[in-house]
């Protein structure tokens, strides 16, 4: 159900489909170097600080977890022909907070197949990306949707 | 209309008000380090795969954009009381490619202003976050929803 480099197409897609992937821990130093990047807030920067914030400790920046997140898809299961292309979410959230030491894998579940009316070669996928810490409890929720080619019919 | 530290509450923010900020430059050696850790596919880290993909030349990931829009943001002037902290986005979506040495800057418009019904210290902020390329072009658009504290009265 996929090419030689093991890539889906369009057909091979099925709502309901679960795919998985390899696992990341994010620690404490890791949590802290990507939000001095670029989500620079005392509650996921400084342990101290954060014990007193809405947090009540430090937690990783929710794009510390969107970007583990990607890193996990692409390296995952899914492998869509023509790259991992999403060109919107419809939902993006964060039910629980990363902590340090974390250990997050993600299921990304197919919902929905639809072929382009106007291009026969791509569709459409829409994908539910959850991602789960090792308690198995979900730490963000993601619903995109993903371009992907169809197979070339001769 | 904001406290000692220039921070903003609940009362201080109203519908249609909009917050800027400084900006920051993508180059291709940024584009490329970003994706190489997070989101490892060609059209991201190969300017000449990327010529083949869809994006038709090296774009950045959609992740280095939102990171750098959370960045923008944190250094911009909305400054909400307590930080900003979003449970979540009903919106984001990447309507135009970043490309090597584009200029982005962040347009935060506030849409809804609620209090909590059961928390009477805060409340929620409703937030249009447009990340604009130097043409003035919207290369992500984000609606969040974040936490935001209520001035305490005595």
Partial sequence: MSNDRGERY????????????????????AIRTFASEWDNQPFHTDPVAATRSLFGGLAASGWHTAAATMKLLVAGD???AGGL??????????PKPVRPGDTLTVQAEILEVRPSKSNPSRGVVRVRSTTLNQQG?????MVSVMMVARRLVG
């Fill in 10 to 29: 369009l057909e091979d897609l099925v709502p309901g489909q679960v795919y998985g992937g390899p696992s990341l821990t994010l620690d404490e130093a």
């Fill in 85 to 94: 292309i999403g060109g919107g979410l419809e939902q993006l959230s964060w």
């Fill in 137 to 141: 409890e979900a730490v963000q929720i």
């Fill in 78 to 80: 899914l492998r869509l």
